[in-house]
């Protein structure tokens, strides 16, 4: 199936396939549903899969590795998807750090990924990024930018912004 939905590639170089639909057993019936997956390591190394089932809506009214969000970080992510901020969080089993969270739009799971993990460069498509444009962009804001160049030498603007879920800008 993930062959046939050109997941595989995807899957192979440890990316979240787009939804498929799963089927769990259940007792004595099943239970329907769909899903991304992906394959990933545990802790003692095996190979296994992650699957990340379909939410109804992300749960923003629970404490994420020790954050919570605010009235405000709600909004935020219902109406773009991305925190726009860098917040420290605390796994269970694990020291702190700072990340930047995102909903992913397929499954609406919150999705963070730690910020010394993002390479952010000073010269994007062709632009230079002035020094405020930098930092907004490393603290995790919306930064829009003007005069890039598509790969066909096309100029375009665009807003750009640290998503978790994409694992970059």
């Known amino acids: 199936r993930l062959q046939q939905s050109g997941d595989l590639d995807k899957s192979l170089n440890?990316?979240?396939s787009n939804l498929l639909p799963i089927a769990i057993p259940f007792g004595d019936s099943t239970i329907y549903t769909e899903a991304r997956i992906a394959l990933?390591?545990?802790e003692a190394g095996k190979l296994g899969l992650a699957i990340h089932t379909l939410r109804k809506e992300p749960?923003?009214?629970?404490?994420y590795m020790g954050y919570r969000f605010s009235d405000e970080d709600k909004a935020t992510l219902l109406h773009n998807?991305?925190?726009?901020?860098?917040?420290?969080?605390?796994?269970?089993s694990g020291e702190p750090f700072k990340a930047y969270i995102s909903i992913d739009?397929?499954?609406n799971e919150l999705i963070a990924l730690k910020a010394d993990r993002v390479n952010i460069p000073q010269e994007i498509k062709g632009v230079l990024l002035t020094p405020e444009q930098y930092k907004d962009l490393s603290e995790g804001k919306a930064v829009?930018?003007?005069?890039?160049?598509?790969?066909n030498?096309?100029?375009?603007?665009?807003?750009?912004q640290v998503n978790a879920e994409r694992k970059g800008i």
Not at 59 to 63: C, E, F, I, N, S
Not at 82 to 87: S, T
Not at 153 to 160: I, R
Request: glycine share 10%; charged share 30%.
């Open 14 to 16: 440890w990316q979240k």
């Open 144 to 151: 829009k930018v003007e005069g890039m160049l598509s790969r």
């Open 40 to 42: 990933r390591h545990d």
């Open 59 to 63: 749960q923003l009214d629970y404490p």
């Open 153 to 160: 030498g096309k100029p375009f603007d665009a807003t750009l």
């Open 105 to 107: 739009p397929q499954t």
């Open 81 to 92: 998807g991305n925190l726009g901020k860098q917040v420290e969080l605390t796994p269970k």
